[in-house]
């Protein structure tokens, strides 16, 4: 595996670890549930799920919860989460690798992440939206912190470890064929407001 930035290095080790232990399944499980189906609403019959980041994969558990014949795959830079990941026995195919290395195509009907293109290296986002469109047949999920223009803000002590910015509105800017289905808050990118 090979790591592009100190991002990743970052969450890789034992930040990232702290964070496994901190998040726990349990804990966030019911409210992940109620966020696929508002999300899965706005989608056609999915059956297929690749998630980069997907830690310890709640939100892949939460789709299983939702439908239950899911084929869910991820992508996981940090080991221990990876083992964690691979312990609930969920997913059919996992890969410890950065989504900055990734360069499989059409993967699942909905490739995602969710609270990690917020802490990638700026410099490297095109990277990662290559990642997300490549590897989707159909839908392209982002779940990660909006500010119209691009900030960094300082993440539990720590410098350039979290960035807020249009993740969508770039992705949707740099491959014409996408477009936007659904978004939870004041956008934009709005055609109707």
């Given at each position: 595996m090979k790591i592009f930035t100190e991002q990743e290095k970052f969450w890789a080790?034992?930040?990232g670890n702290e964070y496994l232990n901190r998040?726990?399944?349990?804990?966030?499980?019911?409210k992940k549930i109620n966020m696929f189906s508002e999300i899965l609403k706005n989608t056609l019959s999915i059956k297929s799920f690749l998630e980069?980041?997907?830690?310890?994969?709640?939100?892949?558990?939460?789709?299983?919860?939702?439908?239950?014949?899911?084929?869910?795959?991820?992508?996981?830079?940090?080991?221990?989460a990876l083992d964690e990941l691979k312990g609930l026995n969920i997913c059919e195919n996992l890969w410890h690798d950065s989504m900055l290395n990734f360069n499989k195509k059409n993967i699942a009907e909905m490739s995602f992440t969710s609270g990690v293109l917020i802490h990638l290296n700026p410099d490297y986002l095109n990277k990662a939206y290559e990642a997300l469109y490549l590897s989707s047949k159909r839908y392209i999920l982002i779940c990660e912190y909006y500010n119209p223009t691009p900030t960094s803000v300082i993440y539990r002590g720590h410098e350039n470890k979290l960035f807020k910015r249009d993740f969508a509105g770039e992705?949707?800017?740099?491959?014409?064929?996408l477009e936007l289905v659904n978004y939870s808050f004041v956008y934009k990118r709005d055609n109707n407001f």
């Open positions: 080790n034992e930040f998040n726990q399944i349990k804990d966030l499980l019911p980069f980041g997907p830690n310890s994969g709640v939100n892949l558990l939460a789709i299983r919860n939702l439908i239950p014949n899911s084929i869910l795959s991820g992508v996981e830079v940090n080991e221990n992705i949707l800017s740099k491959y014409s064929d």
